[in-house]
Nanobody
Framework: QVQLVESGGGLVQAGDSRTLSCAASGRTYAMGWFRQAPGKEREFVAAISWTSSMPSYAESVKGRFTISGDGAKSTMYLQMNSLKPEDTAVYYC????????????????????WGQGTQVTVSS
């Protein structure tokens, strides 16, 4: 069983930057960030695969957020710039323990393991 530990959430002002971190206790093949705002469904934010050089992003964060990581260490980061109040949510780290999957990286079903979530609040 792989455990994920997230950190970096907090209260920021609109326009500020914040970096989230996620560390996995075991081997992973892909990792991603999802977020869930109150009353809304969990949505994809960004993902990275250790077998592919191209990360993927949701349109709402493209150009503002950058995902990075180290596959050998199964660690992942999300650099969030130009934060907006609509970015306020609980951010979840997700990891896949399978090298192959029929689900895209933007799909929650792609991921086997989930973190406990870290709150990011952006004030206007």
């Amino acid at each position: 069983q792989v455990q994920l530990v997230e950190s970096g959430g907090g209260l920021v002002q609109a326009g500020d930057s914040r970096t989230l971190s996620c560390a996995a206790s075991g081997r992973t093949y892909a990792m991603g960030w999802f977020r869930q705002a109150p009353g809304k469904e969990r949505e994809f934010v960004a993902a990275i695969s250790w077998t592919s050089s191209m990360p993927s992003y949701a349109e709402s964060v493209k150009g503002r957020f950058t995902i990075s990581g180290d596959g050998a260490k199964s660690t992942m980061y999300l650099q969030m710039n130009s934060l907006k109040p609509e970015d306020t949510a609980v951010y979840y780290c997700a990891a896949s323990g399978s090298k192959f999957s029929s689900f895209p990286r933007s799909d929650v079903n792609r991921y086997t393991y989930w973190g406990q979530g870290t709150q990011v609040t952006v004030s206007s």
